[in-house]
């Protein structure tokens, strides 16, 4: 198994990479492919305390780097010789197994997009992390990759989503959710309604285990395997889930440091803490897998360190390994969607 890393996306690249690649490759016996300039890539080793390359990682040289300010619809254009266009390249000439990256998520999504292609018949690829929850973990498609969503591409969210928690979840028959903002089949936008149509009808077919809609409460407290929605949405949803995260630790660890008999009660705790902490760390989970890719990408958070980039590669390893790729390509026809031809005017009499 090889795992390109590109070395110089996210904000603490390119050490953190370059560091979490080489605990993966000794850890987890991938094989890594480092891209980014040669010379940055060998100060990096040496900080690290590595006089040569270690067994089983090699480097891509690449002399740009794709920014935030660059356009993402343009960057891998515009900076052919990047260390995500080069990594991507590679890819696509089966020089190695996945991708991973810290890089700009739209330059990223766009590159991926237009260079190693879609599935065929797939409409939109999906962003698609996993998140916390009461009963355990769910995945939540899309949180960004598509802003607007039709009742087809909600459709085909369900069932990537539901191929993925069923490989990367171990979830045997995944419970598939519609984000909305109540359980009722009538509630939401056109949107809304169309998609729980289509995966009502999936469901009949005994295709997808859909479980209706549910509001974003429920989902996080109640739990189910994989949470539908648009992207725009989807987003919202998992940028609020991170504030409220953040908000309830540091509440914590306030509460915990206001005395000193609080900081004794700490101390007795200090382990049950720790795996509450563990449990909503992004950083343990690693990544997102960008679902609907023709050859398995994962995007890492930009604010990347170097334990959440060994992680996102575990990641990439395990989509790989799973073939959750070859799933969804060989389930596409179940997917499709005959549009409603609209009424015909009747001429007047």
């Given amino acids: ?136 973990k769910m995945v939540l498609i899309d949180c960004g990759a598509t802003a607007e969503g039709t009742p087809e591409y909600l459709m085909q969210f369900a ?34 309604k169309q998609t729980y149509a289509l995966l009502t009808e999936a469901k009949r077919a005994g295709r997808i285990h859909f479980v209706g809609n549910i509001e974003g409460r429920e989902a996080i407290t109640q739990g189910v395997d994989v949470l539908v929605t648009d992207g725009y949405t989807g987003n919202i949803f998992l940028k609020t889930m991170e504030g409220a995260a953040a908000l309830f630790s540091g509440a914590l660890k306030e509460m915990l440091l206001a005395s000193t008999k609080n900081k004794v009660a700490a101390l007795m705790l200090k382990k049950s803490i720790g795996d509450f902490k563990k449990r909503f760390d992004s950083s343990e989970v690693g990544g997102t897998a960008l679902l609907g890719i023709s050859q398995p990408v994962v995007k890492a958070h930009g604010s990347s360190n170097a ?10 390893k395990t989509v790989a390994e799973a073939d959750i790729v070859g799933d969804i390509a060989a389930n596409v026809e179940n997917m499709r969607w005959e549009r409603p031809k609209p009424a015909e005017k009747q001429e007047e009499g």
Wanted: charged share 20%; hydrophobic share 45%; net charge neutral.
């Fill in 1 to 136: 198994m090889k795992i390109i890393v590109d070395a110089m996306g996210g904000d603490n690249a390119p050490l953190a990479p370059v560091e979490g690649a080489l605990r993966a490759a000794e850890a987890l016996g991938v094989e890594i492919i480092l891209t980014g300039p040669e010379t940055v890539i060998r100060d990096c080793l040496t900080k690290l305390g590595k006089t040569d390359l270690p067994q089983g990682v090699e480097i891509a040289p690449a002399s740009e780097v794709i920014t935030m300010e660059d356009n993402p619809a343009r960057a891998f254009k515009d900076k052919p010789d990047s260390s995500m266009t080069v990594g991507l390249n590679l890819l696509k000439a089966k020089k190695g197994d996945a991708f991973v990256s810290a890089g700009s998520t739209g330059a990223l999504l766009s590159a991926a997009t237009l260079l190693i292609k879609r599935i065929r018949g797939i409409r939109r690829a999906a962003l698609a992390p996993v998140v916390p929850t009461a009963n355990g």
């Fill in 307 to 316: 334990y959440a980039f060994y992680n996102a590669i575990r990641q990439a």
């Fill in 159 to 192: 069932y990537m989503g539901s191929y993925y928690a069923q490989r990367f979840l171990g979830v045997e028959n995944p419970r598939v959710a519609l984000l909305n903002i109540g359980a009722e089949e009538s509630k939401g936008l056109e949107l809304q």
